[in-house]
């Protein structure tokens, strides 16, 4: 079988270039000089490089959606920005994260189907509530083949990019063996997030876990989240478990109905329920990423009764 290969689209190039641009300019620099190599994975998204209306949904707005900074706002104030995320360094530790995360399944006996692979790192906009609530990172590696990460540059979210794009590529092999559907049940989401952490936090160790699960309180998780939780496993739709998943404040944002949840209580929820698999029944991380969510959930019935340590 072809070696893995992972390329990187350097996107401090791109935000350079957009910065420089004329203002009726910028839009179409991102679309065809940055994102053009992603076209795949936002068709995927039904969402087109360029809409056919003025202002209409396409890879600009869907941007925007997401919490990236927005082509037409990148001005002069950006180069520092521009200039942390050019980073050498950085680029290649990126690199080294998503390589090892793909060839830990590979030596582990698990052929990828998926051969090539896309990242990038996009400008996260410093003031979207979905930036600040996730401490300005994170990342989407939902579709096989290609990845992305997010931030807001500084020395915090520079050093934890790595760690979040092993989550994202987790996120991607898994993709490659257990079919996405949109009907996905509540309970197939947070083992979906649950193994994507455990893997990022087996490769770079337990205190590396991200915001999305550190912002849970013990109190909180056992008392509050875990009886809702279990109650609402068969839940289906993005428009009935986003609040489950992101929590009410992100749910309302999008238009979404609130079901009384805390800031990515279905992140949280979903680790412990893993980490409490793991260790229960010894299995490996990586084989556990590619297991039915069914299998993992019905070998912890006792999960949602006892006391998780935070």
């Given at each position: 079988?072809?070696?893995?290969?992972?390329?990187?689209?350097?996107?401090?190039?791109?935000?350079?270039?957009?910065?420089?641009?004329?203002?009726?300019?910028?839009?179409?620099?991102?679309?065809?000089?940055?994102?053009?190599?992603?076209?795949?994975?936002?068709?995927?998204?039904?969402?087109?490089?360029?809409?056919?209306?003025?202002?209409?949904?396409?890879?600009?707005?869907?941007?925007?959606?997401?919490?990236?900074?927005?082509?037409?706002?990148?001005?002069?104030?950006?180069?520092?920005?521009?200039?942390?995320?050019?980073?050498?360094?950085?680029?290649?530790?990126?690199?080294?994260?998503?390589?090892?995360?793909?060839?830990?399944?590979?030596?582990?006996?698990?052929?990828?189907?998926?051969?090539?692979?896309?990242?990038?790192?996009?400008?996260?906009?410093?003031?979207?509530?979905?930036?600040?609530?996730?401490?300005?990172?994170?990342?989407?590696?939902?579709?096989?083949?290609?990845?992305f990460g997010s931030l807001v540059p500084s020395a915090y979210t520079l050093s934890r990019m790595p760690v979040a794009l092993s989550h994202e590529a987790a996120h991607n092999?898994?993709?490659?063996?257990?079919?996405?559907?949109?009907?996905?049940?509540?309970?197939?989401?947070?083992?979906?997030?649950?193994l994507a952490e455990n893997f990022a936090t087996t490769m770079y160790g337990y205190d590396q876990v991200g915001p999305w699960v550190t912002k849970t309180s013990e109190e909180t998780l056992n008392d509050y989240i875990k009886p809702l939780m279990k109650d609402a496993l068969l839940v289906q739709?993005?428009?009935?478990?986003?609040?489950?998943?992101?929590?009410?404040?992100?749910?309302?944002?999008?238009?979404?109905?609130?079901?009384?949840?805390?800031?990515?209580?279905?992140?949280?929820?979903?680790?412990?329920?893993?980490?409490?698999?793991?260790?229960?029944?010894?299995?490996?991380?990586?084989?556990?990423?590619?297991?039915?969510?069914?299998?993992?959930?019905?070998?912890?019935?006792?999960?949602?009764?006892?006391?998780?340590?935070?």
């Open positions: 079988m072809e070696q893995i290969v992972v390329k990187e689209i350097r996107s401090d190039e791109a935000y350079r270039k957009i910065m420089l641009a004329p203002a009726d300019k910028k839009e179409d620099v991102y679309r065809y000089d940055f994102m053009k190599a992603f076209e795949k994975k936002w068709e995927m998204y039904h969402c087109p490089l360029k809409a056919k209306q003025e202002g209409g949904y396409d890879v600009v707005m869907a941007s925007g959606m997401l919490g990236y900074l927005t082509p037409k706002s990148i001005d002069m104030s950006y180069e520092p920005m521009i200039d942390m995320l050019s980073d050498q360094t950085f680029w290649k530790k990126c690199k080294e994260s998503i390589e090892k995360t793909l060839h830990c399944f590979e030596e582990h006996g698990i052929e990828l189907p998926v051969r090539e692979y896309l990242f990038t790192v996009t400008l996260g906009d410093p003031e979207s509530p979905y930036c600040k609530l996730c401490d300005n990172y994170s990342g989407d590696g939902g579709i096989p083949g290609y990845i092999v898994r993709f490659q063996f257990i079919k996405w559907s949109q009907d996905i049940t509540l309970g197939e989401y947070i083992i979906c997030e649950g739709g993005f428009d009935n478990i986003t609040a489950y998943m992101y929590g009410d404040e992100l749910a309302l944002m999008q238009n979404y109905i609130p079901a009384g949840m805390p800031y990515c209580a279905g992140y949280a929820c979903g680790y412990h329920l893993v980490k409490y698999y793991l260790e229960k029944t010894g299995t490996d991380i990586t084989d556990a990423t590619i297991l039915p969510a069914q299998e993992i959930l019905d070998a912890v019935p006792e999960f949602w009764e006892i006391k998780t340590t935070v």
